[in-house]
């Protein structure tokens, strides 16, 4: 999958950063930026073809029959995101997210802090929470339009405090063009 995953990348002019980090195959992933449909595609090609075990979260009932045809050979791991009971208490999206990695050996959950392809200057955090259940650290995988190359960027430790890990992550997307730039910001709560 991924010669082939290289080699559809590079029919459309895109390549892949080859200086990758070990933690890629056991991680929190981030996706960024994402203002575009076509991000998740990129992204997707990449991490296949530097062997980055990728998976994503999804909606529990997207992964019924027809669509689990579709959103499984992608990666997709349907989650239910009702709360539910655990003894009176109630279990968290994140929790559930944390779970995920007990139950497997490689496993790079792609996220995508900004929430959405519209423009957002607060990213959601949970991703950190997640990594720090887990005991994981944070990837940086990225898609850079200007200069049409996917990659991971640095490994953010998730032991230390939010806001300084957010930083780090802040300063290393700024270097990162956006397919649309009208429709991504940074977390300005970390700039």
Avoid at 2 to 31: D, H, Q, Y
Avoid at 155 to 170: A, F, L, N, R, Y
Wanted: hydrophobic share 40%; glycine share 6%; aromatic share 14%.
């Amino acid at each position: 999958m991924g010669t082939i995953s290289k080699l559809i990348l590079k029919l459309f002019g895109w390549g892949v950063a080859e200086n990758l980090p070990p933690e890629r195959r056991r991680c929190v992933m981030i996706a960024a930026p994402h203002t575009s449909n076509w991000d998740f595609f990129i992204a997707r090609l990449a991490f296949a073809a530097i062997q980055v075990p990728v998976k994503f979260t999804i909606k529990h009932t997207w992964m019924r029959f027809p669509f689990n045809l579709f959103f499984g050979p992608l990666g997709g791991i349907g989650i239910n995101r009702k709360p539910k009971s655990d003894n009176n208490r109630k279990v968290s999206y994140t929790d559930e997210m944390a779970k995920l990695y007990s139950t497997h050996k490689e496993l790079a959950i792609m996220v995508t802090p900004e929430g959405t392809r519209a423009l957002r200057t607060k990213w959601k955090t949970g991703f950190y929470y997640v990594a720090q259940k887990a005991n994981v650290p944070i990837c940086l995988g990225y898609v850079d339009y200007k200069r049409k190359v996917a990659g991971v960027g640095p490994v953010i430790s998730s032991d230390q405090p939010i806001e300084e890990g957010m930083k780090q992550i802040t300063a290393f997307y700024k270097t990162i063009t956006p397919r649309h730039s009208k429709f991504y910001a940074l977390d300005e709560r970390y700039t």
